[in-house]
């Protein structure tokens, strides 16, 4: 059974710093496929925040673009986020995300997996 647990989630003032760590488990295909953090605010739909490949390829979502960084340690199947420079709009919470690419011949699927979700809040 495929499980990601998060921690570091919490209450921090703007322009603060967090780390989020995520640790996966039960499944074979991590190191092999994409993984990476999502968010969710109040009111508004999941969004990706940043994920990172299995060969190490970052992308970001505009709004935390030099202020996020996304790393991984594929032996260890494990997946962190360091929010720097954290901002209100930053309040949400954020998922760890575990993509999986299955081939059978011409048949290609994808699959994500999710964490139970660990929340941030920036605020004065």
């Known amino acids: 059974q495929v499980q990601l647990v998060e921690s570091g989630g919490g209450l921090v003032q703007p322009g603060g710093s967090l780390r989020l760590s995520c640790a996966a488990s039960g499944g074979d295909f991590f190191s092999s496929n994409a993984m990476g953090w999502y968010r969710q605010a109040p009111g508004n739909e999941r969004e990706m925040v940043a994920l990172?490949?299995?060969?190490?390829?970052?992308t970001y979502t505009g709004s935390v673009k030099g202020r996020f960084t996304i790393s991984r340690d594929k032996a260890k199947n494990t997946v962190s986020l360091q929010m720097n420079s954290l901002k209100f709009e930053d309040t949400a919470v954020y998922y760890c995300?575990?993509?999986?690419?299955?081939?059978?011949?011409?048949?290609?699927?994808?699959?994500?997996?999710w964490g139970q979700g660990t929340r941030v809040t920036v605020s004065s």
């Open positions: 995300n575990a993509k999986r690419k299955t081939t059978s011949g011409m048949r290609v699927d994808m699959y994500d997996y």
């Open positions: 990172m490949t299995s060969l190490g390829e970052a």
